[in-house]
């Protein structure tokens, strides 16, 4: 049973190699001249003047919750519409129960100020 899975275990092991040996080739073989302009900020444009540990309004994590949900909501629906013609009503039902309670989330989210950004 367990020759099943030498192909595989051969195949994460032949990865494996090739990933590390480029790592490894590309850290001995590649140029190791960092500058002034090299070691500068680049993310931003200016130095950091704040610690990099500062508190995010809760909004924030709000707003990406929400994308996440309804981001996995298009990932349900298209399936659904593949499929669509063999469902028949019972699956058109399903899936307005479906919407119907991610609508009333985005409502009560739309309700308790989450989407508001001051």
Not at 7 to 17: H, N, Q, S
Not at 41 to 58: K, S
Not at 84 to 111: C, P, S
């Amino acid at each position: 049973m367990l020759n099943a899975y030498v192909p595989i275990a051969l195949f994460l092991a032949v990865a494996a190699g090739v990933g590390i040996a480029l790592m490894v080739l590309g850290r001995f073989l590649g140029p190791q001249r960092p500058g002034a302009e090299k070691l500068s900020p680049y993310e931003c444009g200016f130095v950091a003047f704040e610690d990099a540990h500062i508190q995010f309004d809760v909004r924030y994590y709000l707003i990406a919750i929400m994308f996440i949900v309804f981001d996995l909501e298009i990932a349900f629906v298209f399936p659904w519409a593949v499929v669509f013609r063999d469902l028949g009503f019972m699956g058109l039902v399903e899936m307005g129960i479906f919407l119907g309670l991610l609508l009333m989330g985005f409502i009560y989210a739309w309700k308790k100020g989450a989407l508001e950004w001051e």
